[in-house]
């Protein structure tokens, strides 16, 4: 019996929802683009088909960004296989170049026609939560490196992800030092779920509170509470703290489980959903926060110059 359309992705999602899923072994690609400037977002907590997504990934695309980068909790509330589409495709498909996934769940966009990936993500503790884990997530996207933590570089600018969810941290803070000791891009960028520092209800993640200063990280991009916060710390003024995790799920408190004021600076937005948008060039990034009913201004806005 030959299976088409629907038919074929239910059966698929019978059998993966009733024996282990099989992981697909990493593609092992690289992305280095080269451009003199860059246009990218950066999203969290957010695959939740619904209203709020979709206002979001309507905010997002209206920057026509390069590509876009996710901090996790990209697939509500279990990371299954039977909600990839529905969380993440139906919205993001035109950025994801995912040519090694099951053919039922390639993204046939924009990304996918000129075979170049234009989506980022990291996974979050909702994207293993069911009996295969992470494998829908690595089966879904293709990614540099071995997919779990890996490096990019597109344009002025070095990309760093990470895994908080699975994984040896201790194995990729030294992955992330070695690395960094041989960037030589303008900018360096880390990404990941569980955030350093937070002030709202999950508070800080004392696992990912490494020495960022001295490793020459401009920016730490991270979701898990669903708030968007700029943090600094007082005498490590050049890294910014970036909590972003109002991409669609829900919106929590501010300052739950304040830090303290007389070592860290700290703004925090709860007011409603939306994205970060970043303009790099080689001399400066300019980090924005939209929300989605205030398109025309950004909430938050800081600008690093090289000198």
């Not at 919205?91 to 996934?101: E, F, K, L, M, V």
């Not at 570089?153 to 992800?161: H, T």
């Not at 908080?164 to 990941?192: C, H, N, Y």
């Not at 709202?200 to 730490?220: C, K, P, R």
């Amino acid at each position: 019996m030959v299976r088409t359309g629907y038919s074929w992705i239910l059966t698929f999602l019978i059998a993966a929802s009733c024996d282990k899923a099989e992981l697909i072994d990493p593609a092992g690609i690289e992305t280095n683009m080269i451009a003199d400037s860059i246009v990218f977002a950066q999203i969290g907590d957010f695959g939740y088909s619904g209203t709020a997504e979709k206002q979001v990934s309507g905010l997002v695309k209206s920057w026509n960004p390069d590509f876009i980068i996710t901090t996790g909790d990209d697939n509500y509330n279990e990371g299954k296989y039977s909600t990839l589409i529905e969380n993440i495709g139906q919205y993001y498909g035109d950025y994801i170049y995912n040519y090694d996934a099951p053919p039922e769940f390639r993204c046939n966009g924009k990304a996918f026609q000129e075979g170049i990936n234009r989506f980022f993500p990291t996974p979050g503790n909702h994207d293993a939560a069911n009996k295969d884990g992470l494998i829908p997530y690595y089966n879904y996207f293709t990614l540099p490196g071995n997919e779990s933590y890996y490096k990019f570089s597109w344009g002025p600018a070095d990309f760093f992800a990470l895994n908080t969810v699975v994984g040896d941290l201790g194995e990729q803070k030294a992955w992330l030092e070695q690395q960094l000791a041989v960037s030589v891009s303008p900018f360096r960028i880390v990404f990941f779920h569980h955030s350093p520092y937070s002030e709202s209800a999950h508070g800080s993640y004392e696992g990912t509170q490494w020495d960022y200063y001295t490793l020459g990280v401009d920016i730490i991009f991270t979701g898990h509470d669903h708030i968007y916060e700029r943090i600094e710390k007082k005498e490590e003024d050049k890294v910014h703290y970036i909590v972003n995790g109002l991409g669609g799920r829900s919106i929590y408190e501010c300052n739950i489980v304040p830090l303290s004021g007389d070592l860290f600076s700290t703004f925090c937005y709860n007011g409603d959903y939306g994205a970060v948008k970043t303009i790099a060039t080689k001399e400066k990034l300019i980090v924005e926060f939209y929300s989605v009913n205030s398109p025309a201004g950004p909430v938050d806005r800081i600008v690093i110059v090289k000198p």
